[in-house]
């Protein structure tokens, strides 16, 4: 059985992000090949986007960019998630203001 090395993060999805995910692949094609580079950043261990104030948990708020609306990433999708332990992220929710 191979281990995995000691510096790779576990990251896990919650019911919600898989159901928004599946909803907003039928309206942006390419929001696989979008989200993807920033899960193997988030299982490469960086910790990126703004942290959410005044929660019990951490919680960080990201920008991701959709290129099939070509605006950038303002106009991308918003990707929630929770930082639980420095090995392990949960991916809470992802939207689009589209």
Known sequence: MPSEPADQVYVEYTPEFKRNLRAL????????????????????GEVMGDQVARTRYT???????????R???RSGYR?????KRAINVILVTIYSNF
């Open 71 to 73: 605006k950038g990433k």
């Open 79 to 83: 990707l929630i998630y929770h930082l």
């Open 25 to 44: 692949a039928k309206k942006y094609r390419h929001i696989r090949s979008d989200v993807d580079p920033v899960i193997d950043q988030l299982r490469a």
């Open 59 to 69: 919680i960080f708020k990201m920008r991701v960019r959709n290129s099939d609306i």
